[in-house]
């Protein structure tokens, strides 16, 4: 069983940058799948970017195309989710998740889940 820790979170203004990141622990991440989601007080989780096993597939909400990249390093166990042009609308707890479903958008293919980091973004 993989276990998923985020880290990177953290308050900065409009238009900054942040970078999270997704550690394995438990098993290695080279054999998932990974999703990162989000989930802003009083709504429902959303998809933001997922990232196939072997990096050589993305998937990308459109809110976020052009401003958020996802990556992996097989070699360190760890997927990050770069974010720039940061917006107040960006403001929610990111999740990072494993599955084997490919790069899919839904939360029902992914199946170990990190605890979440909290990004605020300040206008």
């Known amino acids: 069983q993989v276990r998923p820790v985020e880290s990177g979170g953290g308050l900065v203004q409009a238009g900054d940058s942040l970078r999270l990141s997704c550690a394995a622990s438990?098993?290695?991440?080279?054999?998932?799948?990974v999703g990162w989601f989000r989930q802003a007080p009083g709504k429902e989780r959303e998809f933001v970017a997922a990232?196939?096993?072997?990096?050589?597939?993305?998937n990308y909400q459109d809110s976020v195309k052009g401003r958020f990249i996802i990556s992996r390093d097989n070699a360190k166990n760890t997927v990050y989710l770069q974010m720039n042009s940061l917006k107040p609308e960006d403001t929610a707890v990111y999740y990072c998740?494993?599955?084997?479903?490919?790069?899919?958008?839904?939360?029902?293919?992914?199946?170990?889940w990190g605890q979440g980091t909290q990004v605020t973004v300040s206008s």
């Open positions: 998740a494993a599955g084997w479903r490919g790069v899919t958008a839904t939360p029902q293919g992914y199946y170990y």
């Open positions: 438990g098993h290695t991440f080279s054999i998932y799948a």
């Open positions: 990232i196939s096993n072997s990096g050589g597939s993305t």
